[in-house]
């Protein structure tokens, strides 16, 4: 489901473009760079993904729009929300769920159990939406109806068993009060020979 | 190397229009997908989205199944000196083993396994290099070959042939193999030789070719062709990846059951039994023997056994003894049924045997198995209940590792009768084989001297030397090592190596000269003091092997380097062809083989390039499953090559044995062997009329079962074989079962994937081992998922002396016990502890060869009495927390979720 037709938005917070989103990188660089882990958790933003790995994250959220994906507080345990990012286009499709206080890599939120990816098996393109599961401390996507690959939320979208070639990709979130943005995303999309086909 | 901190890119180039694009076969496991490598200079524009702009011809962003370049498969290689792209990509134009392009994690990644400086690759060995002052220096090859031809001369003139010990990988090529052995059996001529996974040149599965059945006889498509399929000792979706998605998932789909008989539950079992479609028996490590023997029996007290199958093409008793006693004596068949310990006579008098073992019981077996009773009765009743309308239940059986390698012949043999009384084996639907490790590049260049092996089981025939036994005892000094850890792959890790110290390491005789004849006297007086030298062939420094053994150490040139042949798990050959230069000075096995073989005054081995080789070698092949002379035949008819016919096959190849047709100048293939539908016509389409014509060659085992009359022998399975080695390792004192098998995304790929994927090394860190124990063993320890743990064996059994087996329990474990030939070692090694549902209660389970952490460190060096391989996946450990890892509290790499957890 797309959420930013849907929500009325103050006119402050509505998404920015690639070029007004790269503005604001330099800040969010020395954010990334200098900030602890912990720290980030509560706070606004929270995309350090990798510790010792800022930059290359960051040069992941560079051109990507930064879009309205949900509300904190409209989201509930377990229940995955859909939407597309970073476009509209073919193999957009994502989801964010809130996995019920479990912590993730690249989670936010103050358990920093909130986390998005996109919902096409990087292995031959099936389909993964509905194939979420919480049992126990464990979050995945999966079994794939083609190859049976499963994934990790927890982990970044690792692959836990099955054959695709990358971790799925992981739409990097950005928590400004209540509101989710997508500013990024770690890995390529299946089918895409670059995420942004529009830039 | 690489580190988790793995960024994944987001952008793949395209291959454009105008590339070159090569046709290649995945270098890993058995099964051998179809791969394209598309390859353009760097500096020439990529492709473009538009399908006019790619070699694909599809538009991007494609849809689910087509074409597609992810991130980790695009490199950048040198070829002919100047920087290319490459691509390489499931071929989805393939009508065989990938279909649709389908490709594994393994496969799917195989671009990043090419040398590349700026990647975790970058340390190939580039150079030939010998040990000066304790340091691997980049020397010539000249210098090199020579010191390893003048110490290896001097080595089998004053200490013998046995005295130089090759262990050698067995699958990497066919011109490799051809060259390794020509010059190990014909010329050497050392009974101290075998094979990267076995202490002897050993066979894994007697049980299979006693009763006939070729390993590798089924065609991929028949694997999905039964109503009910059994495997056992492994989940093909873990290993065997593409026969699971391409072959057995659709089937299960349309309602084929699948029996898994493992301690373990991963994804293929999920999905069989998320489908309704799978029974799981759970069984200890190494009780197939009863499990199994008690689904016989309840299929024959029912009386479902296949009769009609039984009277055509069972051996009775007078066949069964044909040839017994008279004539050729000297088959491995004839020789083991002098023990009278498998032999039966027929149906008959292995019914008998069989309703008067305790073990078969059903209650009983449930008990040691530990599988309960009413699933063994549900596995009886899918292969052998006769359907609702009367007519048979297809069944078919594919066993792996954990049922060969943890009880070898008793399983072997259970499988075969099994199969044999559900009427499988040699029909479409009906097949019996195995689902295969790595792929099979072996070609014989000559016989193994068995007679020059001191060692000797009951009954009539030497058994191949045990080199771990040899070297261990002091006979070894020399050990030329191909492409193989050799210690860690071995059970009793820990005393190999101190073996490999005492007579290197610690050898007062070191190089500490510049000179070439220096160097030479020097580790000719090591060898004459009682140590030994090492030659190591690898594409990478292995430790401790190469890093801290090796005297010389030779770059091995490998896949996409060089072209070379090999067939995989349904005899499917093809050519995989070279696509870039091989780094530094590395070169091909063959070559180093050949000037080595030249230097120490063999004749021959003159070959100028691996097609050379290949001319030379095809006509010894035509006695085996992948027999490919007819190529060849066909390549010099139509004015080629064996080399460059067999690339015009592209991916596809063909499987062999293979025929040629003089009148109709067709080349053909075999489906599957021991095809007891083929009729004359069929042969005479192939071989021409009336009997193979030319240089076709006949075997039994086209129509019929290897064995002394062409039908199958149904063979008794006696659990006592292996029950009192099991009885004594069962565990006590808090020990657990700890059994070791592959992993999906590190299989056949470990020699460079390990450290040097970067995605691979994300999901597994390298220097990590990792063991899975049940919730309840785990909460009995104190372990949660992520703890460091320490897994110690206190009891490691090791068969330590080279005897003669005469009376018929000599060789069993409880005799050598009792007459001190077994030593009591220790092994250790650490673990991050994963605690899932989906190993058994009672059961640990590692990774099989994580180089850093050995867990064969733990497995007993007690050999199979048959087969004289370890039964690797047969052992004890005790567990404790030392700690927490830290992936116990991050989250950048490994993962702890249970393997078989699924939506």
């Given at each position: 489901m797309s959420t930013e037709t849907s929500t009325p938005r103050d006119e402050q917070k509505q998404e920015r473009s690639a070029a007004a989103h790269n503005k604001v990188m330099l800040t969010r660089r020395q954010f990334l760079l200098y900030s602890g882990s912990t720290a980030v958790a509560a706070s606004t933003i929270s995309i350090s993904l990798?510790?010792?790995?800022?930059?290359?994250?960051?040069?992941?959220?560079?051109?990507?729009?930064?879009?309205?994906?949900?509300?904190?507080?409209?989201?509930k345990d377990n229940v995955p929300v859909d939407f597309n990012y970073p476009d509209e286009l073919a193999n957009s499709s994502a989801m964010i769920v809130k996995m019920g206080g479990v912590q993730a890599g690249g989670g936010i939120g103050p358990k920093r159990d909130v986390v998005a990816f996109n919902y096409i098996c990087t292995h031959q393109g099936g389909p993964l939406q509905g194939s979420y599961v919480a049992e126990g401390p464990h979050r995945i996507l999966g079994q794939c109806p083609l190859h049976l690959s499963t994934y990790d939320l927890r982990r970044h979208g690792i692959v836990v068993s099955g054959q695709a070639y990358e971790s799925l990709p992981q739409v990097l979130l950005e928590l400004d009060g209540d509101d989710i943005y997508a500013v990024g995303m770690m890995g390529l999309i299946f089918g895409r020979h670059k995420n942004l086909l529009e830039s | 190397m690489?580190?988790?901190?793995?960024?994944?890119?987001?952008?793949?180039?395209?291959?454009?229009?105008?590339?070159?694009?090569?046709?290649?076969?995945?270098?890993?496991?058995?099964?051998?997908?179809?791969?394209k490598v598309y390859r353009w200079p760097v500096g020439t524009p990529s492709g473009g989205p538009k399908a006019s702009e790619n070699a694909f011809g599809i538009d991007f962003p494609s849809a689910a199944l087509e074409d597609w370049v992810a991130p980790t498969q695009h490199n950048v290689v040198m070829h002919k000196g100047r920087p290319h792209n490459v691509v390489i990509t499931p071929d989805k134009q393939t009508q065989y083993v990938n279909l649709h392009g389908d490709a594994s994690i393994r496969g799917g990644c195989?671009?990043?396994?090419?040398?590349?400086?700026?990647?975790?690759?970058?340390?190939?060995?580039?150079?030939p290099m010998?040990?000066?002052?304790?340091?691997?220096?980049?020397?010539?090859?000249?210098?090199?070959?020579d010191i390893a031809a003048e110490v290896g001369k001097h080595v089998i003139k004053k200490h013998g042939a046995n005295a130089y010990s090759v262990k050698t990988f067995s699958y990497q090529f066919l011109e490799n193999m051809y060259a390794i052995t020509r010059f190990s059996f014909r010329d050497v001529n050392t009974a101290a030789w075998t094979w990267h996974d076995t202490p002897s040149k050993a066979t894994s599965t007697p049980g299979y070719r006693d009763a006939g059945f070729d390993n590798f006889a089924p065609s991929y498509e028949d694997w999905g062709a039964a109503d009910t399929l059994l495997i056992s000792g492994t989940d093909p979706y873990e290993t065997k990846t593409i026969i699971f998605t391409q072959w057995i998932k659709p089937a299960i789909e349309r309602g084929m059951k699948v029996i898994f008989i493992n301690p373990r539950e991963t994804g293929g079992t999920t999905f069989a039994k998320k489908m309704g479609m799978g029974l799981h028996l759970d069984l200890y490590p190494g009780t197939d023997t009863p499990l199994l023997g008690a689904i016989a029996r309840i299929i024959i007290e029912n009386g479902w056994q296949d009769d009609d199958w039984i009277k055509n093409w069972v051996n009775n008793k007078w066949e069964t003894d044909s040839g017994f006693g008279q004539g050729t004596r000297n088959t491995p068949w004839q020789w083991r049924t002098t023990w009278g310990k498998f032999q039966t006579g027929g149906f008959e008098g292995y019914k008998k045997w069989l309703l008067a073992q305790n073990e078969y019981q059903l209650e009983n077996a449930a008990r040691i198995t530990g599988v309960d009773a009413a699933k063994i009765r549900q596995a009886a009743e899918w292969l052998a209940k006769p359907k609702a309308d009367g007519t048979r239940v297809k069944a078919s059986f594919g066993i792996e590792k954990g049922a060969y390698w943890s009880a070898g012949t008793p399983n072997t043999n259970a499988v075969a009768s099994l199969a044999t009384l559900c009427g499988a084996g040699g029909r479409p639907g009906q097949v019996v084989g195995r689902f295969g490790g790595h792929q099979r590049g072996g070609q014989n260049g000559g016989s193994y001297p068995r007679n020059k092996s001191p060692e000797k089981v009951p009954g009539r025939r030497r058994r191949p030397l045990d080199t771990d036994r040899w070297l261990k005892s002091g006979h070894t000094r020399l050990a030329h090592v191909i492409g193989?850890?050799?210690?860690?792959?071995?059970?009793?890790?820990v005393g190999l190596q101190q073996a490999f110290e005492q007579m290197v390491t610690n050898n007062p005789h070191q190089v500490r000269s510049h000179d070439k004849q220096e160097i030479i006297d020097t580790l000719k007086k090591r060898t004459d003091s009682g140590g030994m030298v090492v030659w190591d062939h690898d594409i990478y420094l292995r430790d401790p092997i190469g890093s801290r053994f090796a005297d010389i150490v030779f770059p091995a040139a490998t896949w996409g380097e060089e072209d070379f042949i090999r067939a995989n798990g349904e005899r499917r050959l093809r050519l995989y062809s070279k696509f870039y230069d091989a780094p530094g000075d590395a070169k091909p096995d063959w070559w180093i083989i050949a000037q080595m073989a030249r230097r120490m005054g063999y004749d021959g081995y003159d070959w100028k390039s691996s097609s050379d080789v290949a001319e030379e070698m095809?006509?010894?092949s035509r006695k085996s499953r992948k027999a490919y002379h007819m190529i060849k035949v066909a390549a010099h008819r139509e004015g080629t090559t064996l080399h460059e016919k067999l690339r015009s096959l592209g991916s596809d190849g063909i499987q062999g044995p293979t025929f040629y047709n003089y009148e109709t100048g067709e080349l053909h293939g075999t489906k599957r062997l021991h095809d007891t539908t083929l009729t004359k016509a069929d042969m005479d389409k192939k071989w021409g009329t009336d009997g193979p014509q030319g240089a076709n060659f006949h075997s039994k085992k086209y129509t019929h079962f290897n064995s002394q009359t062409g039908k199958v022998n149904l063979q008794k399975h006696p659990w006592s074989l292996i029950s009192d080695y099991w009885y004594w390792l069962q565990p006590r004192d808090g020990e657990l079962w700890h059994t070791n098998g592959r992993i999906n995304e590190i299989w056949q790929s470990g020699f460079d994937d390990t450290e040097r994927r970067a995605y691979i090394?994300?999901?597994?860190?390298?220097?990590?081992?990792?063991?899975?124990?049940?919730?309840?063993?785990?909460?009995?320890?104190?372990?949660?998922?992520?703890d460091l743990v320490m897994m110690y064996n206190e009891r490691v059994p090791t068969f330590k002396d080279t005897i003669l087996g005469v009376y018929k329990n000599h060789l069993q474990f409880d005799t050598l016990m009792k007459e001190g030939h077994i030593e009591l070692g220790k092994g250790a090694v650490t673990a991050v502890a994963i605690v899932t549902p989906a190993i058994k209660k009672g059961v640990?389970?590692?990774?099989?060869?994580?180089?850093?952490?050995?867990?064969?460190?733990?497995?007993?060096?007690?050999?199979?009495?048959?087969?004289?391989?370890?039964?690797y996946k047969l052992g004890i450990a005790k567990v404790r927390k030392l700690g927490e890892s830290k992936y116990k509290s991050t989250f950048n790499s490994l993962s702890f979720v249970p393997r078989n957890l699924s939506a």
């Open positions: 990798f510790p010792g790995s800022a930059q290359a994250a960051q040069a992941r959220v560079v051109s990507y729009p930064r879009k309205f994906i949900a509300r904190l507080s409209e989201l | 690489t580190t988790e901190y793995y960024i994944p890119e987001d952008n793949a180039p395209l291959p454009p229009k105008n590339c070159d694009v090569l046709t290649t076969a995945c270098d890993y496991c058995i099964v051998a997908c179809a791969y195989i671009a990043q396994k090419v040398y590349n400086p700026d990647k975790p690759t970058r340390d190939r060995l580039k150079h010998v040990r000066i002052n304790g340091i691997l220096q980049p020397v010539t090859w000249d210098f090199a070959l193989t850890t050799w210690m860690q792959a071995m059970a009793g890790t095809s006509r010894f090394a994300q999901r597994w860190p390298a220097d990590t081992q990792f063991m899975e124990i049940h919730p309840d063993d785990a909460a009995a320890r104190g372990i949660e998922s992520g640990l389970f590692t990774n099989f060869l994580n180089m850093w952490q050995p867990t064969n460190s733990l497995q007993g060096a007690v050999v199979d009495i048959i087969t004289g391989n370890y039964n």
